[in-house]
């Protein structure tokens, strides 16, 4: 481990004093590259790994239908699963922060002054029915997805001002404006989709037609809301690659959708299907306390997670007038309580959320230093004076459910924000109530909401939980037709574009975007362009603290829980590497089915 870090130190002092403007295998947000151009694979896969067999999972928690396999607009449910049929012109290495390597690309050259990339194409590239992957076909993806597609692909590339063909294997982006820096990898990500193939069919249309992909795998059966299969691509033309070798083994991929969170618990139970991750502490702490466990079986495993942990929580609407007065957000804060919800419900297994960028040095903590400070004396008086002491961290109770001191104070507050106590309620100066509505799609999360809602209560504020189908969430969310709804924001390594969809003014009234809480602060702009603007890691982690201190202290939300690391129940059919991605699960990408293993299994069972 130290000689690999020594390696990438010298890579990285190379890259900071050196411009380059030749073809490269890879690239990274500060020019640092691990593996060499000959590598053979990336070092978290096993290039030995056997072909075959099946992985049957539930996918993202909380999702229980799809209707569309087109997971570009923003229309519909897009099926899950649906990126592995679409390779990219480069590709992750998940065990560093943000480096890619050539998948339909071989190489990229990035022009000195930062304001162009150019991609070389492979020429044995082709999509899955055999016509090849041109350039042709990247430049109009990227013009499909930059017109029409969803505001998270879209809203990212509005300073990539257009994408060129130079020949049939050569595309060239260009950039406008000076925060350029992380374009280039945002492009070499896209999906490659087939131009052909969108001339016949309508890119802003939910569809259950299987689309033409290039990747290592194509739908090959589907029930609509009740499964969706991939099968591995025999003739896929990527598989011996580099980046590819050893990885996506399983010869068929399936996801499985219960309406019901208990039944799809009990299914896996039964064997109906072969792997979870576990999101529910109390199933994860009790539920598996079988005999298939036991007799090991159903196996129970805790992979580590490296990246950051994001920022889950309860996020407020700020476009609604009630909610427009910081003192009432605080307020509702103090009347969480997290220390009983995670001794009598969690077991204790989680931490407390404190920070938007929370598991990372990109964390504030204690007071602001010399370099955070010249972020943000500027926007002094325009922000709160708590921006500049100590990062606010939520609160901590005394665990009984009703911390008396903490409703005090959220008591007070309340009333300095304009709502007062009259018969036993809280009202504005127009004699309107305060009312609060938890909107929810499934029934997991009652329970943490209710104990909630009776803390609410006693502040004199009518709460109440909203639960409506999948499909009416989905909705309601895109349009920001709530009070308060959950949502977490997983956080990359580097952060870049992504953080204007989260928190940036623009995105505050996009419809469809990330920024559930309506932000919209030129002080929270200036930063996120300040960590776009990062010209190495120490200056992006100093602009990201600066612009956790300035989220944390608009209290837009009431955080949440975080833990670092996946817990996953599988039955013991699998294996996997000696070596782990740091940063991702990997398990479609890096496990296959052992065979010996499945017959144990099945003679067991």
Same mark, same amino acid.
């Given at each position: 481990?130290?000689?690999?870090?020594?390696?990438?130190?010298?890579?990285?002092?190379? @890259?900071?004093?050196?411009?380059?403007?030749?073809?490269?295998?890879?690239?990274?947000?500060? !020019? &640092?590259?691990?593996?060499?151009?000959?590598?053979?694979?990336?070092?978290?896969?096993?290039?030995?790994?056997?072909?075959?067999? =099946?992985?049957?999972?539930?996918?993202?928690?909380?999702?229980?239908?799809?209707?569309?396999?087109?997971?570009?607009?923003?229309?519909?449910?897009?099926?899950?699963?649906?990126?592995?049929?679409?390779?990219?012109?480069?590709?992750? @290495?998940?065990?560093?922060?943000?480096?890619?390597?050539?998948?339909?690309?071989?190489?990229?050259?990035?022009?000195?002054?930062?304001?162009?990339?150019?991609?070389?194409?492979?020429?044995?590239?082709?999509?899955?029915? $055999?016509?090849?992957?041109?350039?042709? %076909?990247?430049?109009?993806?990227?013009?499909?997805?930059?017109?029409?597609?969803?505001?998270?692909?879209?809203?990212?590339?509005?300073?990539?001002?257009?994408? %060129?063909?130079?020949?049939?294997?050569?595309?060239?982006?260009?950039?406008?404006?000076?925060?350029?820096?992380?374009?280039?990898?945002?492009?070499?990500? #896209?999906?490659?989709?087939?131009?052909?193939?969108?001339?016949?069919?309508?890119?802003?249309?939910?569809?259950?037609?299987?689309?033409?992909?290039?990747?290592?795998?194509? +739908?090959?059966?589907?029930?609509?809301?009740?499964?969706?299969?991939?099968?591995?691509?025999?003739?896929?033309?990527?598989?011996?690659?580099?980046?590819?070798?050893?990885?996506?083994?399983?010869?068929?991929? =399936?996801?499985?959708?219960?309406?019901?969170?208990?039944?799809?618990?009990?299914? #896996?139970?039964?064997?109906?299907?072969?792997?979870?991750?576990?999101?529910?502490?109390?199933?994860?702490?009790?539920?598996?306390?079988?005999?298939?466990?036991?007799? !090991?079986?159903?196996?129970?495993?805790?992979?580590?997670? &490296?990246?950051?942990?994001?920022?889950?929580?309860?996020?407020?609407?700020?476009?609604?007038?009630?909610?427009?007065?910081?003192?009432?957000?605080?307020?509702?804060?103090?009347?969480?309580?997290?220390?009983?919800?995670?001794?009598?419900?969690?077991?204790?297994?989680?931490?407390?959320?404190?920070?938007?960028?929370?598991?990372?040095?990109?964390?504030?903590?204690?007071?602001?230093?010399?370099?955070?400070?010249?972020?943000?004396?500027?926007?002094?008086?325009?922000?709160? &004076?708590?921006?500049? $002491?100590?990062?606010?961290?939520?609160?901590?109770?005394?665990?009984?459910?009703?911390?008396? @001191?903490?409703?005090?104070?959220?008591?007070?507050?309340?009333?300095?924000?304009?709502?007062?106590?009259?018969?036993?309620?809280?009202?504005?100066?127009?004699?309107?109530?305060?009312?609060?509505?938890?909107?929810?799609?499934?029934?997991?999360?009652?329970?943490?909401?209710?104990?909630?809602?009776?803390?609410?209560? +006693?502040?004199?504020?009518?709460?109440?939980?909203?639960?409506? %189908?999948?499909?009416?969430?989905?909705?309601?969310?895109?349009?920001?037709?709530?009070?308060?709804?959950?949502?977490?924001?997983?956080?990359?390594?580097?952060?870049?574009?992504?953080? =204007?969809?989260?928190?940036?003014?623009? @995105?505050?009234?996009?419809? !469809?975007?990330?920024?559930?809480?309506?932000?919209? %602060?030129?002080?929270?702009?200036?930063?996120?362009?300040?960590?776009?603007?990062?010209?190495?890691?120490?200056? #992006? !982690?100093?602009?990201?603290?600066?612009?956790?201190?300035?989220?944390?202290?608009?209290?837009?939300?009431?955080?949440?829980?975080?833990?670092?690391?996946?817990?996953?129940?599988?039955?013991?059919?699998?294996?996997?590497? &000696?070596?782990?991605?740091?940063?991702? =699960?990997?398990?479609?990408?890096?496990?296959?089915?052992?065979?010996?293993?499945?017959?144990?299994?099945?003679?067991?069972?």
């Amino acid at each position: 481990m130290a000689t690999r870090f020594s390696i990438a130190l010298l890579l990285w002092v190379f @890259a900071a004093t050196s411009s380059w403007a030749e073809p490269r295998h890879g690239l990274s947000a500060f !020019g &640092e590259l691990y593996y060499p151009p000959d590598f053979s694979h990336f070092e978290y896969a096993n290039p030995d790994a056997p072909k075959g067999g =099946r992985l049957s999972m539930i996918g993202t928690a909380g999702l229980i239908t799809f209707d569309s396999f087109n997971g570009h607009i923003l229309k519909g449910t897009p099926a899950q699963g649906l990126k592995y049929l679409f390779d990219t012109l480069m590709t992750r @290495a998940n065990d560093e922060p943000d480096a890619v390597y050539g998948l339909i690309a071989h190489s990229a050259e990035l022009a000195e002054d930062g304001m162009s990339v150019t991609f070389f194409l492979r020429s044995e590239a082709t999509f899955a029915d $055999g016509t090849p992957v041109r350039a042709v %076909d990247v430049v109009r993806s990227f013009d499909l997805i930059k017109a029409d597609g969803h505001p998270f692909l879209s809203m990212p590339l509005r300073d990539v001002i257009e994408a %060129d063909i130079i020949d049939e294997l050569t595309v060239r982006y260009t950039f406008t404006g000076t925060l350029t820096r992380d374009l280039p990898l945002l492009v070499a990500q #896209l999906p490659v989709l087939s131009a052909a193939w969108y001339e016949t069919h309508d890119f802003t249309q939910t569809s259950l037609d299987p689309p033409l992909g290039s990747g290592p795998y194509e +739908i090959t059966d589907f029930q609509q809301g009740q499964y969706v299969t991939y099968g591995l691509r025999a003739d896929y033309w990527g598989r011996d690659l580099p980046v590819n070798r050893g990885r996506y083994n399983f010869g068929e991929l =399936r996801y499985e959708y219960y309406r019901d969170r208990t039944a799809e618990f009990e299914a #896996l139970k039964s064997g109906a299907y072969d792997l979870r991750e576990e999101f529910t502490s109390r199933d994860w702490a009790t539920g598996y306390d079988i005999a298939a466990v036991h007799d !090991g079986l159903l196996n129970m495993i805790t992979l580590p997670d &490296e990246r950051p942990s994001g920022a889950q929580g309860f996020f407020i609407n700020t476009r609604l007038e009630k909610f427009l007065d910081h003192r009432v957000r605080e307020a509702l804060a103090l009347a969480f309580d997290f220390e009983w919800t995670n001794r009598n419900q969690f077991y204790g297994l989680y931490q407390r959320t404190g920070s938007f960028f929370e598991n990372s040095t990109m964390k504030a903590e204690g007071l602001p230093g010399p370099d955070e400070l010249a972020l943000l004396e500027p926007w002094r008086g325009q922000v709160p &004076e708590a921006v500049f $002491g100590e990062a606010i961290l939520p609160p901590v109770s005394n665990s009984s459910g009703q911390d008396r @001191a903490l409703l005090r104070r959220a008591s007070r507050l309340l009333s300095e924000g304009g709502w007062n106590i009259v018969d036993g309620k809280r009202q504005n100066s127009d004699g309107e109530n305060f009312q609060i509505e938890f909107l929810i799609f499934a029934p997991t999360f009652e329970r943490v909401i209710a104990p909630y809602v009776k803390n609410l209560e +006693i502040l004199g504020i009518d709460a109440s939980i909203r639960r409506v %189908d999948p499909s009416q969430f989905v909705e309601r969310v895109k349009s920001f037709d709530f009070d308060i709804v959950t949502q977490r924001y997983v956080i990359p390594n580097t952060p870049g574009v992504e953080l =204007r969809n989260y928190w940036s003014s623009d @995105a505050a009234n996009l419809s !469809g975007s990330r920024n559930l809480s309506g932000i919209a %602060d030129p002080a929270i702009d200036a930063m996120i362009e300040a960590v776009l603007g990062a010209r190495s890691r120490a200056d #992006l !982690g100093t602009a990201a603290r600066a612009l956790d201190r300035i989220l944390r202290a608009g209290h837009y939300w009431v955080p949440h829980w975080f833990k670092a690391s996946h817990n996953v129940a599988f039955w013991d059919r699998f294996s996997w590497p &000696e070596t782990s991605p740091r940063y991702a =699960r990997g398990i479609i990408d890096t496990w296959w089915y052992d065979s010996d293993k499945a017959l144990r299994l099945e003679s067991l069972r």
